[in-house]
């Protein structure tokens, strides 16, 4: 097993580097000299994570948490520890500045299976527990190995890349060519564990991108839809019968059923099968079969009718749960079945996945079945969107009923496509944008920020461009739960993922983590944002934007895309 003295030497260099291209040399290379066991462990820890994300990554270590580790290791009390941390503001390097061993005794996978010991440890004392293991990692590191050990443990790397990066590396170690990175990055929406698609990419090379499917327990990401300009484009994407189904805003969830263990996953593939244990008793009782994985949405649902997004956010608690089940009751609306008995759907057709989906699942008072309907008369679609705001809805979904409407994970395609109330003219439009710097505030906000600096995601190039600077619209509660949000991402650099134009320079650079909806009326050329901007162009901006809602349901890969900003225009 390679030691983490290298790879704690990789995570220096990589701070160094702003160059994109760079980074991922530096990974590739890193990578190609491994044993594919020790690619496995190293993924992971390239990204700061113990473990796949659709697993609990948070190794519940704040700051205090952290300082008492480091006052245990070095026989310091706690109140100096603290005080080196205000002046330096960096527990990893307070820890580095503490540390006076000179050989460490550590190796990538000591390191891992003590972060993942860290993980799960829970229940009475599991405080300690924590603040043991770290205690003892530190005990056997180097001043370089303990600043990364601290800055993993509280889930602050902080290198300025994501896993884009690390899977061009992975296609440059592994298969020869960069251009493979979006085949890599395709199995990674089917198989979600980027240590062991990464083990099988340095045992089996290119050939390994065909050995995974879905299975019960690892989600897939969830299948998306594309965004049409006009109505009438209808016609055109979806040539006779389509289905419209109607289009709610709650909590995606996929949720797996493996016999008795039923588990549910988020849009972003986090595990929140303890928020809502209504949800998971109520599958338990109503699914006719043994194993499977169901697509749908979860909304806060009283009296038979679907009520506000803001409800449903409450019951996003880790205490007092059953309390906000009886306040906040919910419903889950299933739209699609995509494993059942130990067979795939991804390839089948919708009609058939929908066919199976009823067939598979009893309804019940809070298990309910998608409401559409499928028409080739493009006024019967229209009606029934309308019907859909008039009951307070955000539009429709239509999806294609052709043989080839297979589901594909993660995958923003032409085989389903929404329509919103606010794409109807003259109502202004909603984007989801990614925070990537922040401005001092003034007055009221001094102790807060003044504005967001937010960024849409440029696809092809891999890295967020910046689009609109949002100071209006939030609220006191927003202001604290954003704070709160942001402070584990500052950074002291622009991240190597993020564009921002020199006269857009944030007073705080933020990488890419949290996504809010923003609100806005117009979209224009700016030479200030680099959103689209090419070679003697603009770039794109927008006029008057207005923060709506933190989207918790999404990660900085599903923010709006230029490309789709283009299309607004």
């Known amino acids: ?34 044993e594919p066991e020790d690619v496995r462990v190293a993924a992971y820890l390239a990204l700061g994570t113990a473990g796949p994300k659709f697993e609990d990554i948070d190794l519940g270590i704040g700051e205090k948490l952290g300082v008492k580790a480091i006052s245990a290791t070095y026989e310091i009390p706690e109140e100096i520890v603290e005080e080196k941390y205000s002046t330096l503001g960096d527990l ?24 993942v010991k ?11 527990e924590k603040v043991l293991f770290l205690s003892r990692l530190l005990g056997r590191s180097t001043p370089d190995e303990a600043k990364y050990i601290i800055r993993i443990a509280l889930g602050q790397l902080r290198l300025g890349f994501g896993e884009q990066f690390l ?45 995974f499917s879905i299975k019960p327990g690892r989600p897939v990401q969830m299948m998306l839809a594309k965004r049409i300009d006009n109505f009438e484009e209808l016609e055109e994407k979806f040539p006779g019968e389509m289905a419209a189904e109607e289009k709610y805003d709650g909590e ?27 949800v998971i008793e109520e599958v338990h009782k109503t699914v006719k079969v043994q194993k499977m994985v169901l697509d749908g949405e979860i909304v806060a649902f ?97 999806k294609s009923l052709d043989e080839g409407s297979i589901y594909q994970p993660g995958k923003r395609g032409w085989l389903w496509v929404k329509w919103k109330k606010e794409y109807v003219k003259g109502v202004r439009e909603t984007f989801d944008l990614v925070i990537v710097g922040s401005y001092y505030g003034k007055g009221k906000r001094k102790v807060s920020f003044g504005a967001l600096l937010c960024a849409a995601l440029n696809k092809n190039e891999n890295r967020y461009e910046t689009f609109t600077k949002v ?27 993020v564009l921002i134009e020199k006269d857009m320079q944030p007073d705080r650079y933020i990488e890419p983590s949290v996504v809010i ?53």
């Open 92 to 115: 990893g390097d307070v820890a580095a500045g503490l540390c006076r061993r000179r050989r460490s005794s550590l190796d990538m996978k000591d390191v891992f299976e003590q972060m």
């Open 471 to 497: 100071g209006t619209g939030f609220n006191d509660d927003d202001f604290e739960e954003i704070n709160e949000l942001l402070d584990k991402h500052f950074v002291d650099k622009v991240p190597a993922n």
């Open 302 to 398: 009283a009296n038979e009718r679907i009520q506000p997004f803001q409800d449903l956010m409450q019951r996003r608690r880790k205490h007092d749960i059953e309390e906000y089940i009886e306040k906040v009751p919910v419903a889950v609306f299933f739209f699609d079945l995509i494993y059942l008995d130990g067979r795939s759907l991804l390839k089948k057709p919708y009609y058939e996945r929908r066919a199976l989906l009823e067939k598979s699942l009893e309804k019940s008072d809070s298990i309910r079945f998608s409401r559409r309907i499928v028409s080739s008369d493009l006024n019967k679609i229209e009606d029934f969107f309308n019907k859909c705001v008039e009951k307070g809805l955000e539009g429709i979904i239509v």
């Open 517 to 569: 909806e923003v609100l806005g009326s117009q979209i224009t050329a700016s030479p200030g944002h680099t959103a689209g901007k090419n070679k003697g162009d603009k770039g794109l901006a927008l006029r008057f934007p207005r923060f709506l809602r933190i989207r918790y349901d999404k990660g900085p890969a599903e923010a709006t895309t230029v490309e789709e900003i283009r299309g607004m225009r």
């Open 252 to 278: 995606r969830v996929q949720i797996h059923v493996d016999g008795d263990r039923i588990r549910a996953f988020s849009r972003r593939l986090k595990d929140i099968s303890d928020q809502f244990p209504d």
């Open 167 to 211: 899977i061009e590396a992975l296609a440059i170690a592994f298969t020869g060519d960069r251009k493979n990175a979006r085949r890599i990055d395709d199995t990674y929406n089917i198989c979600t564990d980027i240590g062991q698609l990464a083990q099988s990419l340095a045992e089996h090379g290119v050939s390994s991108l065909g050995r």
């Open 1 to 34: 097993m390679e030691s983490f003295r290298k790879i704690a030497e990789l995570y220096s260099e990589i701070e160094d580097i702003t160059s994109h291209k760079k980074i991922v040399e530096t990974l590739a290379s890193f990578l190609r000299d491994l």
């Open 118 to 128: 860290i993980r799960d440890a829970s229940g009475k004392g599991s405080q300690n």
